[in-house]
Structure formats: structure tokens, C-alpha cells
């Protein structure tokens, strides 16, 4: 299922509101056409859902479990800043390892943090060559979504459980979906 991504962002931001987070916002980023990933000398096209979200909002402070989203040109300087943590260190070798095909460094990009908790998200190019999946790691848990739409959706409530069941190493893929070797 397929669903509006700015829709969703502004969705989200009123259920923040209303249940009283303390976020704040920063106006839409300067467009770009790549995103940072975890390998310092690589980044990555924006996908269509990357350029709606990115559009719709710059920095994000407290979208999601308490986590930040920077802002398209933060990412680069955050991923440095929590490169040698040790709970950042062990997302990566977790994600490594949860799809159906390996991922690196330079195939996983951070999208949201809470350096105080550990907690983190990160965007994965392993099962869509153009749009990432959604890594979630929070209160513990870990999460797996096909992509941002999916992601989006469990946060406002119109999804119930992430996509971890289509996404274990040698599962089939989900329909309308390729894994890329």
C-alpha cells in the first residue's frame, strides 16, 4: 500500500502536537539531489519519498521516540559524531546482517537520533534499488519497514506492525518490490 508521504509528515506533526511533544521544526531543506550515507566518501540519490520528505521539513527535532531527524545538509556531520559509539557500531552490524542481501557502510545512511538513548534510524538501499528501507532502533527494539510511506504509517497509527516478515534473509521479497544482488 502506498501512501502520501508529505500527508503523512503532516500527520504526524499534529499527532506530536497533540499529544504534546515538544518538537520544533526547521523550514524545508535546500534541495538536493544525494543524501550522506555512513561511508564518508559515498552518498545516495533521493528517492521520490527522500525529496517529499525533505521538502516538507529540514531538521526535525523530536519527530519520532524522541529522535531527531537533521536536516538533508546535518546528516553528514551527525553520522560523524556518533561514528565510534559502540550502540551505533552494533545498529550497523545488526543491519548488516537483516536483509535478504548484505548491506555496508556505504549502502545505509542515519536518519533520525537520540545520541542520549542510543537510539537511531537509518535508511537501508538493500531490497528497492531507488527507494531505502526504514531501520528503526528504539526503546530496545528494532524495527524493519519496506520504506519511508511504510515508516510513516506505523508512526501515525495506520499500520500496526513493520515489515520484518518480508525482509528476513531469504524471505521472498514483498510484492512490488526486487532484491537487487
Given at each position: 500500500?502506498?501512501y502520501?508521504v508529505a500527508e503523512?509528515?503532516?500527520?504526524l506533526w499534529?499527532l506530536n502536537?497533540?499529544d504534546?511533544v515538544r518538537q ?14 555512513l561511508?564518508p566518501?559515498?552518498?545516495m540519490?533521493?528517492s521520490l ?7 516538507y521539513?529540514g531538521?526535525w527535532?523530536?519527530?519520532a521516540?524522541?529522535?531527531t531527524?537533521?536536516?538533508l545538509a546535518?546528516?553528514a556531520a ?5 561514528r565510534d559509539?559502540?550502540w551505533?557500531v552494533?545498529?550497523?552490524a545488526?543491519?548488516t546482517?537483516?536483509f535478504?542481501?548484505?548491506v555496508g557502510p556505504?549502502?545505509?545512511a542515519?536518519?533520525g537520533l ?7 534510524t ?5 531490497i ?8 528503526a532502533?528504539y526503546g530496545g527494539?528494532f524495527d524493519r ?8 504509517a506505523?508512526l501515525v ?19 512490488g518490490?526486487k532484491?537487487?544482488?
Amino acid at each position: 500500500m502506498a501512501y502520501d508521504v508529505a500527508e503523512l509528515l503532516h500527520l504526524l506533526w499534529r499527532l506530536n502536537d497533540k499529544d504534546d511533544v515538544r518538537q520544533s521544526v526547521e523550514g524545508p531543506s535546500a534541495p538536493g539531489t544525494d543524501i550522506a550515507t555512513l561511508a564518508p566518501e559515498t552518498t545516495m540519490p533521493l528517492s521520490l519519498m527522500l525529496r517529499a520528505r525533505f521538502a516538507y521539513a529540514g531538521a526535525w527535532d523530536r519527530a519520532a521516540f524522541g529522535q531527531t531527524w537533521p536536516g538533508l545538509a546535518q546528516i553528514a556531520a551527525t553520522t560523524a559524531l556518533v561514528r565510534d559509539r559502540p550502540w551505533h557500531v552494533g545498529h550497523v552490524a545488526t543491519m548488516t546482517g537483516a536483509f535478504p542481501v548484505p548491506v555496508g557502510p556505504s549502502r545505509i545512511a542515519l536518519y533520525g537520533l537520540d545520541a542520549a538513548r542510543g537510539d537511531a534510524t537509518y535508511l537501508v538501499w538493500c531490497i528497492d534499488p531507488v527507494e531505502p528501507a526504514v531501520c528503526a532502533f528504539y526503546g530496545g527494539g528494532f524495527d524493519r519497514f519496506l520504506d519511508l510511506s511504510s515508516y510513516l504509517a506505523f508512526l501515525v497509527g495506520e499500520r500496526s506492525h513493520d515489515d520484518s516478515a518480508v525482509m528476513m534473509p531469504g524471505a521472498s521479497p514483498a510484492l512490488g518490490t526486487k532484491v537487487v544482488v
